[in-house]
């Protein structure tokens, strides 16, 4: 059954999703543009805003493809695969190397921003395996996807706009 069979219900919330994206990651970058002198004396955070920017342009690209009609559930199924797992590698390299270089003080809550970035990606990959393998119900693992990525988006919004200032 292709995409376009069950997912013109879904329509109405990846248009949403793309809207909501591309917003947060506006706020993202006015977090940068008022703060940049302090993000960039404290180390790490600017790697931690690009990383944030990277996860909001996979949910962009997610669910602009999905509204794309006329794709099967392999091809989206593939196509969430390897925008998930370009995403994973990323983050998961950029983290590693982030927390390689923590002091023990700041360590927990960068182990924390790493998880909640885990928690972001890995659904993607997952959905995409799902639709590759199961079918059309890997969407369902996408709103997971959506809302960490978003709930990191805020939390790492406030961290830019806000307690990098305290």
Do not use: C, H
């Amino acid at each position: 059954m292709a995409v376009d069979d069950r997912t013109t219900i879904w329509d109405g919330f990846f248009t949403a999703q793309v809207g909501a994206s591309a917003a947060l990651a506006g706020l993202i970058f006015v977090g940068l543009s008022i703060n940049m002198a302090r993000i960039l004396a404290l180390p790490r955070v600017a790697e931690r805003a690009l990383q944030t920017i990277v996860i909001l342009l996979a949910v962009l690209v997610v669910s602009s493809l999905l509204l794309v009609p006329g794709q099967s559930t392999w091809e989206v199924g593939l196509e969430i695969l390897v925008i998930g797992s370009s995403v994973w590698v990323f983050s998961t390299l950029l983290d590693v190397g982030n927390l390689r270089q923590m002091t023990k003080e700041v360590r927990k809550y960068w182990v924390q921003n790493a998880v909640l970035g885990q928690a972001a990606v890995l659904p993607y990959i997952i959905g995409g395996a799902t639709m590759l393998t199961v079918g059309v119900v890997g969407i369902y693992v996408l709103v997971l996807a959506v809302l960490f990525s978003f709930l990191k988006a805020i939390i790492d919004a406030w961290v830019l706009l806000v307690e990098i200032n305290r």
